[in-house]
């Protein structure tokens, strides 16, 4: 009881000391407000706090598009070739990352286009308000993300939130459709990253059960079959085979 008596003694200066220390620097800080489009009657801190949300979202919008695009699926194909290869860090990550990023691109082009012709121009010319346009966007991505989406991930959503049958896929949330679209790429990616391991894991077993027969025990069999693994990789063309089995994937 001491103890715990002491330790609130010494949390309360301590919120004490940092109350007292703020109000005697008040003063000097200056106020600081930015207006983002407010009315005459608005409070005060409300630009101050529309900018804080505005960089709030401005931070998690990256991760936001890399689950709404192919990105996902891509950067997890590519790693699975890495590993299976046994090759540690080659290619590296900023290689492989910036493949799957110019890869999405390529891939997303037609959506992207789709979103900078009916929400992007209009809403820079000023036909269109911030939620007409977020609007408009929201429906070639909804498109894309819903033809790659399996069903029964989408239901899991909808019985979680106890969302009604919707009539188009307009009508689908986007705060529904997006887990629903990314737990379906993790399968997928990780569905084809099983049938990249296949060849490789019979070379492995293949190169161990060689070194066993021969007695050679103290010898890593990692060492010998990673030249043969890059040797069927490079003679097959993998990196042509995978980039086009990526490709047909969002072929649909």
């Known amino acids: 009881m001491r103890r715990n008596k002491l330790w609130l003694s010494i949390a309360a200066i301590l919120l004490l000391s940092m109350f007292a220390h703020s109000q005697a620097f008040a003063e000097p800080l200056p106020d600081i407000s930015i207006d983002i489009g407010g009315g005459e009657g608005e409070q005060p801190g409300t630009s101050a706090l529309s900018l804080l949300l505005l960089i709030t979202v401005l931070s998690i919008a990256p991760a936001i598009l890399v689950l709404m695009t192919s990105f996902t699926r891509i950067v997890i194909v590519l790693s699975f070739v890495r590993t299976s290869l046994g090759t ?11 493949l799957a990023l110019f890869l999405t691109m390529f891939i997303m082009a037609p959506t992207f286009g789709q979103v900078n012709e009916t929400a992007m121009q209009p809403y820079l010319k000023g036909e269109l308000t911030q939620t007409e346009a977020f609007d408009k966007a929201s429906v070639p991505m909804k498109d894309f993300m819903f033809s790659h989406t399996r069903e029964k991930d989408l239901l899991l959503f909808m ?67 990673l030249p043969f693994k890059l040797l069927l990789f490079v003679l097959v063309d993998g990196w042509y085979l995978i980039t086009k089995s990526m490709l047909l994937s969002f072929n649909t």
């Open 88 to 98: 540690q860090m080659m290619p590296p990550n900023q290689v492989l990352i910036g």
């Open 159 to 225: 019985n979680y939130t106890q969302t009604e049958r919707p009539a188009t896929v307009e009508d689908i949330p986007l705060t529904v459709l997006i887990p629903a679209y990314a737990i379906s790429e993790l399968k997928t990616a990780f569905q084809m990253g099983f049938m990249i391991f296949i060849p490789f894991l019979v070379i492995d077993m293949i190169v161990a059960s060689t070194l066993m027969a021969m007695g050679m025990m103290m010898l890593p069999p990692v060492m010998i079959s």
